[in-house]
């Protein structure tokens, strides 16, 4: 069996987020999320949930960070919730709030583990969205003010920090398609608050840099690569479509400080946009957008496969079998993580990479010994890390990789159906079980490789494993 080893000082971590995990609704005079008031709108979750105690992890962070160790983890990228900083969005900060991120922090650092946290992950302050949420330029104003407060409580013991999550996510399931709060359906709101993320994004990078001096600064954009459903012209041009529309539109900016002038004028066919003019952008926001950044965070679950629909409408169509698709219905595709990673590379040239989330939904009950089997999870980590190996001897300068999710956890609008962790969480007791793909990563971290063996179920036999 070949084992690929990765490169020396290469990070090793898993990812959570705070609306996902933490729960503690109302401790410490936490404020109301947009999230919050989404799960409370009927029909908004898939399983009528809501995130209010989710892992409970307000409570259960020692634990959790002793699971970490167990793991091995080199790094844990966790979030920061806005709202239990600064209940209102602005104004006064929460000192139990900052009090909480110090002392996790804190725990992280003494158990060897580097905190890796992301500043936004889509809990906007509810009081801020009264206020016109992302869709108001202020709120890009607050956001760095918001950086501000935390970077001078933590800023001393953190070298590295990611300002958003997913702006796509944000953006398009947010306020466009209405998936995600705040559930707008509006697609010219939706351009204008990728600008505002992005514009916030570039204006926290500085307040991060002078409050932090030294620190790394990054911003994690999801990356789904578009291959078209046939050769056709037509179908070429549907791909090219969904390219600029999802990650062109983020990464053209970042990198090269221009919206890509493909993706303006389909949002003009659209009806989106009235001209190529976008009227939310101001002088000198493209600088501040293009201000380098010291990393790239990337996010890879699948691939999109497209064709041109009736009246050349892109459309996107499935063409992997059942059995490929995971219980997101996304297509097991690895190969579309090496070639995205090295495509990026190669047009962004961005300085490091690390993928900063890559997982899979699968729910695998536990057996009559309590074991849970999760050989597929096991098989879809141990493809993409070798898909992310060829990248790296392709010459990509990824650094590190972050397993979505450490945890089972409240999963946006499906709730807690939709299982990525490598340990279960049980809903009523919310306590933790490893699964094999936990022991199997823990091995994976510790050699510091993969091996790339012929059967997923031949690594997933149990162990004593010590928590
Ligand atoms: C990503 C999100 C993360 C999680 C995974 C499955 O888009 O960043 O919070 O929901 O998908």
Redesign the pocket.
């Known amino acids: 069996m070949t084992r690929h080893l990765f490169p020396d000082g290469f990070i090793w971590g898993a990812a959570t987020?705070a609306q996902?995990i933490e729960g503690g609704r109302h401790e410490g005079g936490r404020g109301e999320s947009i999230w919050d008031r989404f799960a409370a709108s009927p029909g908004k979750i898939a399983d009528g949930s809501n995130p209010d105690v989710a892992c409970d992890h307000y409570h259960r962070w020692r634990k959790d960070i002793g699971l970490m160790s167990g793991l091995g983890l080199d790094a844990y990228r966790f979030s920061i919730a806005w709202p239990r900083i600064l209940p209102a969005g602005d104004g006064a900060p929460s000192e139990a709030g900052l009090d909480f991120y110090d002392a996790l922090v804190d725990g992280l650092l003494e158990a060897g583990i580097r905190p890796f946290p992301t500043l936004y992950?889509w809990d906007l302050p509810q009081a801020l969205q009264d206020r016109g949420g992302w869709g108001a330029r202020d709120t890009a104003r607050i956001f760095a003010d918001y950086a501000a407060v935390v970077a001078r409580r933590l800023g001393d013991r953190i070298d590295q920090w990611v300002t958003h999550?997913?702006p796509w996510?944000i953006a398009t399931l947010g306020h466009e398609e209405g998936h995600h709060a705040p559930g707008h359906l509006d697609p010219a709101e939706g351009l204008r608050v990728a600008h505002h993320l992005l514009l916030s994004h570039g204006w926290a990078t500085g307040v991060l840099r002078d409050t932090a001096p030294g620190a790394k600064v990054g911003i994690v954009q999801?990356h789904c690569p578009a291959y078209p459903a046939t050769d056709s012209a037509a179908d070429r041009d549907a791909a090219r479509w969904f390219d600029g529309f999802f990650n062109r539109w983020y990464l053209d900016p970042l990198f090269r400080g221009a919206y890509p002038g493909d993706a303006i004028a389909d949002r003009i066919a659209a009806g989106h946009l009235d001209g190529p003019d976008l009227p939310f952008v101001r002088e000198g926001d493209l600088e501040v957008i293009a201000a380098p950044i010291d990393f790239l965070g990337f996010?890879y679950?699948s691939r999109v496969v497209m064709k041109a629909g009736p009246e050349g409408r892109p459309e996107a169509v499935r063409m992997a079998p059942p059995e490929e698709l995971t219980d997101m219905e996304w297509e097991v595709y690895p190969e579309g993580l090496h070639e995205s990673l090295v495509q990026v590379a190669r047009d962004y040239a961005p300085r490091k990479i690390y993928i900063t989330?890559n997982g899979a939904a699968y729910d695998d009950p536990p057996d009559a010994e309590g074991r849970i089997a999760d050989a597929r999870r096991i098989a879809y980590l141990r493809d993409h890390l070798l898909a992310a190996h060829r990248a790296i001897a392709d010459g990509v300068p990824l650094a590190g990789y972050y397993a979505?999710s450490l945890l089972d956890n409240f999963?946006?609008g499906f709730g807690y159906e939709k299982k990525?962790g490598l340990y279960a969480v049980d809903r009523e007791t919310r306590q933790r079980t490893p699964k094999d793909s936990a022991h199997w990563y823990r091995d994976v971290v510790s050699a510091n490789g993969v091996d790339a063996s012929p059967s997923p179920q031949t690594q997933g036999e149990s162990r004593a494993y010590d928590h």
């Open positions: 987020s996902q992950h999550n997913e996510c999801n996010n679950y989330e979505w999963e946006w990525f």
